[in-house]
């Protein structure tokens, strides 16, 4: 009883949580945009394959991952509103119609595959994989449209940051879920995906750009944050990246071009991130050091995320390298 | 369109009782799951695999479905819910943070391997994954039990305002998440899942018995159903009375932390003594069935019998009647009723349970067409009782929603219109009737295919074509 009390008396190590908390929030938001990022980029690659085999192997890459992925999202609400209640109770009411757009789009993406394995007509297959392309584009779009809102304090639902964020966010998981299908894949299938891989990379860099220079034109107040040195530094490791990725997919170096790819989205999330603060609701007029949440509650949590999140990487190694490498011929979604 | 407070209620209602289901399933599935791995381990008998991998089959399913309903409910407290959100994020926050965490990482990120992975891992990493897959399954139970709990019989905190706007602060983390009335829900519905499941398997059990022996039409891996029938009647031989008799004290746990709720359970409206119990109550008007009061209705009651239930066991014990709670009431026809439906499912449980095992001690479990009726009846009885069970949790705690700190309609997102609330609840009326039909579509279509052929599965089959004989005994 006597440590739980002291726990009240002040942060943990004198440690600056409320802000470790802002970092770690916008970690996981990017470890969820990563990881189920992928499975995303698979849903809308899977339009691009008419090949029965090959749609059966690109459902069968994301299989053992995509549920673990989307938990990241399940700890990014329960972390936000664990460390920042108003600000989940404000942004999540605030942007009513497309978090349910986003969740609808999810449900769409989740059920597709497992309903697209029952039956093996013609029309059914036809119909739940446009479901699950219709549900893999969507849900990244409504995402970074939710994103842009935020970032900007936007209290209305359809803006053209909101636009072009949610196409960036679209063409980021295409280039994730191609690095990603290339580490899985094999043959024709492999090679055949390079080509959308630039694409995707040209079409996200023009997009970012096009991000960037209307939040400098028309958001004022941000033009300090823009030239601020971490998110010129992220910009620039974006450009880094996206040469990499580009190197790497060109000379068949896999995992160099997973890696660029997770870069290429912590560096976004990271940029949105840069620009908020100190500000984590500029609609809502909350900042990160009056939105958190009490001392005793921080202090709880952050002892929980410490002991947790070790674990949760152990898992999620555990789970990668049992399924590594391209997938064998007879495994199945 | 619909007033938003009406609509957001409506709307959470209907997505935790569709969701609800899965999560029973795959709790309740667990235990067996992890019996199913380890004997398929250790023994390498075929009927173990053929068990393992047909309910992973439903496991699987029910997660990916518990999945993407459970993440709308985590959101929903946000987008409809902001000023309860506001007001008891401090407290509500971290359990269901560390569920995240804790529970739901561990169990998703282990099915991949516990359903994709036996090719894959190693004989001692598949058997850790199917515990990590169940473990996580009841963690989770654990985490979001702890959140309920503390709305029913809140604790360790206290109530400030700021911004004219209560917030409640954590004083005592250990009151208030380690809460009496935790204990009673976790064991109740935890056992209430495994119960429910085992009457899923009994009653697909009992079809492909009823239909192999009773009518003579052959069944292949009959062998296969007779071993689910049975491990259906053990686990619910064991679940049902322990509900039933563990269900008894947690009405008087609600009795003595919360009156209001159990005085809506009774319809009990004037304080008094002596109440009798009714077990069996008819409604005799369409007024009696809306607007029960135990004193009017037409039953069958136990003198002193809610008295004694309430007090453990005192026939003479005062009874708060809801005439003495100021302020709206709980809609009591619903608590009323759903609590009766649910108690007398769970004396229908005992029965089936008591009925199944003496047709099996006799001999007669394959011959008894009465008993397969009833079974198969009966096979979504169980997740009906757990619906009920929460509808009078729930229900029962209205107008409130942190049992005497703030009510439900000052819960409600203040900027919500009533034109977006009316079209997400249109939007899941339709969804999750969708998904429901779906759900089950799969389930029947899974069950038709039956378990995987011997001939498919790593063990070696003992004797060839043994597939329609029993060859294995369940009672050891």
């Known amino acids: ?77 329960g972390a936000m509103f664990a460390a920042f209640p108003a600000v989940y109770a404000n942004l999540f009411s605030r942007h009513y119609l497309l ?96 080509t959308a891989g630039y694409r995707a990379l040209a079409a996200y860099l023009a997009l970012v750009v096009v991000a960037l220079g209307y939040v400098a034109v028309t958001r004022p107040a941000l033009r300090s944050a823009l030239s601020s040195p971490v998110v010129v530094a992220l910009v620039a490791v974006t450009l880094l990246l996206a040469g990499v990725y580009a190197v790497a997919t060109r000379s068949d170096r896999y995992y160099a071009a997973f890696g660029a790819a997770a870069g290429l989205v912590f560096a976004l999330v990271g940029i949105v991130a840069g620009l908020l603060y100190p500000s984590i609701d500029p609609a809502g007029g909350l900042t990160v050091e009056s939105a958190i949440v009490s001392t005793l509650p921080l202090n709880l949590m952050s002892i929980g995320a410490a002991l947790l999140l070790p674990l949760i990487f152990g898992y999620f190694v555990v789970l990668y390298s049992a399924f590594s490498g391209p997938i064998e011929a007879g495994e199945a979604y | 369109m619909v007033d938003p407070i009406f609509a957001s209620r409506l709307q959470f209602a209907l997505t935790t009782i569709v969701h609800i289901v899965f999560p029973v399933m795959s709790m309740g599935l667990a235990p067996f799951l992890v019996y199913f791995t380890w004997r398929e381990i250790r023994s390498g ?106 709305m029913q019989t809140p604790r360790g905190y206290e109530l400030v305002m700021e911004g004219g706007q209560p917030i409640v602060r954590l004083v005592d983390p250990i009151a208030a998440y380690l809460n009496p009335r935790f204990f009673w829900m976790f064991v109740h519905m935890q056992n209430a899942a495994v119960e429910s499941v085992a009457l899923v398997m009994a009653g697909l059990g009992a079809y492909f018995v009823f239909r192999h022996h009773v009518w ?21 031989l064991i679940t049902a009375p322990l509900q039933v008799i563990h269900g008894d004290l947690y009405a008087r746990h609600v009795f003595e932390t ?59 014990a005062t009874i708060r009647g809801l005439e003495e ?62 619906e009920l069970g929460w509808v009078v949790t729930e229900v029962g705690r209205q107008p409130w929603v942190i049992q005497g700190v703030l009510k439900t309609s000052d819960g409600v997102s203040p900027g919500l219109t009533g034109t977006e609330a009316t079209i997400t609840l249109a939007g899941f009326v339709v969804v999750y009737l969708a998904l429901l039909t779906l759900y089950v579509y799969v389930l029947v279509r899974i069950v038709r295919a039956g378990p995987p052929s011997r001939d498919d599965l790593r063990a070696t089959p003992e004797q060839p074509g043994s597939d329609t004989t029993p060859e294995v005994s369940t009672d050891d």
């Open chain 1, 1 to 77: 009883m006597t440590d739980v009390a002291s726990l009240a008396g002040g942060p943990l190590f004198g440690l600056p949580l409320a802000e470790l908390w802002f970092v770690l929030l916008f970690f996981i938001l990017a470890m969820f945009l990563f990881l189920d990022g992928f499975d995303f980029g698979v849903g809308a690659l899977f339009a691009t394959r008419d090949d029965e085999a090959e749609r059966e192997q690109l459902l069968a890459a994301i299989g053992p991952f995509w549920d673990g992925n989307e938990v990241w999202l399940v700890v990014f609400g």
């Open chain 1, 99 to 194: 978090m349910f757009a986003i969740l609808g789009a999810l449900i769409l993406r989740g059920l597709a595959p497992e309903m697209y394995e029952q039956r093996h007509d013609e029309a059914w297959k036809r119909w739940w994989g446009r479901a699950f392309v219709v549900g893999s584009l969507t849900a990244p779009f409504f995402l970074g449209m939710f994103t842009a809102n935020w970032m900007l304090g936007e209290t209305a639902t359809l803006t053209v940051s909101g636009v072009v964020v949610g196409l960036a966010v679209v063409a980021l998981t295409v280039v994730d879920g191609v690095a990603f299908l290339r580490l899985k894949t094999r043959g024709r299938l492999r090679a055949d995906l390079r």
């Open chain 2, 45 to 150: 008998e075929a009927i173990y695999e053929q068990l393992r991998r047909f309910w992973t089959r439903i496991f699987a399913v029910s997660f990916v479905v518990g999945t993407v309903t459970g993440i709308v409910l985590e959101f929903e407290f946000g987008t409809n819910f902001a000023a309860f959100s506001t007001t008891a994020g401090e407290l509500f926050g971290g359990p269901l943070a560390l569920e995240g965490m804790m529970a739901f990482m561990l169990e998703a990120t282990f099915l991949g391997v516990f359903v994709f992975g036996r090719e894959r891992v190693s004989d001692a990493l598949y058997m850790i994954s199917a515990v990590a897959v169940g473990l996580g399954t009841w963690l989770s139970a654990v985490w979001i039990l702890i959140a309920n709990s503390w």
């Open chain 2, 216 to 236: 003579g039409n052959p069944v292949r891996h009959v062998g296969f159903w007779e071993t689910t029938l049975k491990f259906g009647l053990i686990a619910l």
């Open chain 2, 258 to 316: 919360q009156p209001q709720k159990f005085a809506a359970m009774e319809a009990v409206w004037e304080t008094d003594s002596y109440v009798p119990e009714y077990i069996i109550a008819f409604p005799t008007s369409i007024e009696n069935l809306l607007d029960p009061r135990a004193k009017e209705i037409f039953g069958i009651g136990i003198p002193g019998g809610a008295s004694w239930l309430a007090s453990g066991g005192d026939p003479q």
């Open chain 2, 325 to 386: 709670f100021e302020g709206p009431q709980p809609p009591v026809a619903i608590v009323f009723w759903a609590f009766r439906a649910m108690v007398a499912l769970g004396f229908w449980f005992i029965l089936l349970a008591v009925w199944g095992s003496y047709r099996w001690w006799s001999g007669e479990l394959y011959e008894d067409d009465l008993l397969h009726k009833a079974l198969m009846a009966s096979t979504p009885l169980g997740i009906i009782a757990v």
